[in-house]
């Protein structure tokens, strides 16, 4: 579970979240949309205790991410891509990561072969296609096998058969009760796999509820999406 609630973040004189609050379920995946700047990003790193929050609350699992005893175990993210040095190899960065939590090392070779990386494994991280980098941040969200995982564009370079594979992962995560928050600007792909859909637009929540809930008359994600995200919608 994911509970944000009136959650405010400045930069400088300038708020970017103005009391958001947004709720993700367990067997649940919740798309996060909104357009550049909306605060997407500003949300997902304070939830994550890599931003400082100036008021309100952003829990994981019940506690502030910071208080978590087990990070990884319970919460798997995944933003920007691998973060991983270019120089290192996948599998040497994933048991760097691994051993920072006590992981065994032969969940390491679980993850390359669940992610599809087993034969790149080897090979320098700068020598990864872009995809390549997607599935070994997606591996790196994986490793404790957590209950909630935070994926900010996960399908960004992933081909055809990668995203259906992102797609599939994320929809067993969710059918096996795992909490899914996506962050996406690909509203047809995000329609196909969300079940709850949070819009932002300007640091406030526009919209909120099921897809069938926030397409409402629309007729799609995307007709919803331009409408909520006009100047004159306020929430
Ligand atoms: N470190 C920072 N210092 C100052 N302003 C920032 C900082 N990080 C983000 N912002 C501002 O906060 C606002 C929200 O940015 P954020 O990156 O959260 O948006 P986003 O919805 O993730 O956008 P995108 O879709 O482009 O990734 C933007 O106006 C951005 O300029």
Request: hydrophobic share 40%; net charge neutral.
């Amino acid at each position: 579970m994911i509970t944000i609630d009136a959650l405010t973040k400045r930069h400088g004189e300038r708020t970017v979240l103005h009391g958001l609050s947004l709720e993700a379920r367990p067997g649940r995946v919740t798309g996060f949309v909104g357009p550049n700047g909306a605060g997407k990003s500003s949300t997902l790193r304070c939830l994550l205790g890599l931003d400082r929050i100036d008021a309100g609350t952003a829990l994981v699992g019940g506690r502030p991410y910071r208080e978590l005893r087990h990070p990884l175990h319970t919460v798997g993210a995944m933003l920007d891509g691998a973060g991983a040095h270019p120089s290192c190899t996948g599998r040497a960065h994933l048991r760097w990561v691994a051993a920072g939590s006590g992981i065994p090392r032969r969940r390491v070779d679980e993850v390359l072969e669940l992610v599809d990386l087993a034969d790149a494994a080897r090979r320098p991280v700068r020598t990864y296609s872009l995809g390549m980098g997607q599935r070994l941040g997606l591996a790196a969200a994986l490793l404790g096998d957590p209950e909630i995982l935070i994926l900010d564009e996960p399908v960004n370079g992933l081909d055809p058969a990668g995203i259906r594979w992102m797609r599939d992962l994320v929809r067993k995560h969710a059918c096996a009760g795992g909490t899914v928050l996506v962050s996406s600007h690909m509203l047809s792909e995000l329609a196909e796999v969300a079940d709850d859909v949070v819009v932002i637009a300007q640091g406030r929540v526009r919209a909120t509820g099921t897809l069938t809930e926030v397409a409402g008359d629309h007729g799609d994600l995307e007709e919803a999406f331009f409408a909520l995200i006009s100047p004159e919608v306020q929430s």
